[in-house]
């Protein structure tokens, strides 16, 4: 049984930011129905390896039996390195299953989403960063908790649920990569890390 967490983690896409709208919306429920809860979104690096160094940082010093994960697309990927590397719980929105065969067609300059004059480069040697960092396999299933889309219009929801095969997964018909239906996905995200409104 996971013990409900004290500190919760927020890893958010490519080329997405913590002003993403999932990103909003659990930060405003923590803000209103969990103030006690240590609660972190940071802006990640382009760099893979500097994205999960950052949020290990981040995480440092967190009670090791009462810390989670949750993680976007690219944020799913590394949050899934992370509950690997550190024992925690992670919910996995549409998460990332292959970044280095996908984001190789993404090398060059790139623009945030949520702010059009935010400009970042996507080097090539990061692909080969995303590889180093791909867990062999996920280790513990249970500690795992996955959103998948079958609208998903970015990734493909077939590999995401093979990927995540035998951990708890809830698997919508339609909605989209960017889970615009987040709202109705949330109660069961706080059931699976026990943070019951």
């Avoid at 290990?56 to 993680?71: H, K, L, Q, S, Y």
């Avoid at 992670?90 to 190789?104: K, T």
């Avoid at 959103?147 to 095969?165: F, N, Q, S, T």
Wanted: hydrophobic share 45%; aromatic share 10%; charged share 20%.
């Amino acid at each position: 049984m996971l013990k409900a967490p004290t500190h919760l983690l927020y890893l958010h896409g490519f080329r997405s930011s913590p002003q993403s709208a999932k990103a909003r919306r659990l930060a405003g429920w923590v803000a209103r129905h969990r103030p006690d809860l240590h609660w972190s979104c940071p802006p990640l690096p382009p760099s893979p390896q500097a994205a999960v160094h950052l949020a290990e940082e981040a995480m440092r010093g967190w009670p090791a039996d009462a810390r989670a994960v949750i993680g976007s697309s690219l944020g799913g990927f590394y949050a899934t390195v992370l509950a690997e590397r550190l024992g925690c719980p992670a919910v996995l929105l549409n998460p990332a299953v292959d970044p280095a065969r996908d984001l190789a067609a993404h090398i060059g300059e790139q623009t945030a989403f949520h702010d059009a004059t935010q400009h970042f480069w996507f080097r090539p040697e990061y692909v080969d960063e995303l590889r180093a960092l791909t867990p062999a396999a996920i280790s513990a299933p249970q500690r795992y908790f996955a959103v998948i889309a079958k609208g998903d219009e970015v990734l493909d929801w077939r590999e995401m649920a093979a990927r995540y095969a035998g951990c708890r997964i809830k698997l919508l018909e339609g909605s989209d990569h960017g889970l615009s239906d987040f709202d109705e996905h949330l109660p069961d995200i706080l059931h699976f890390l026990r943070l019951h409104e």
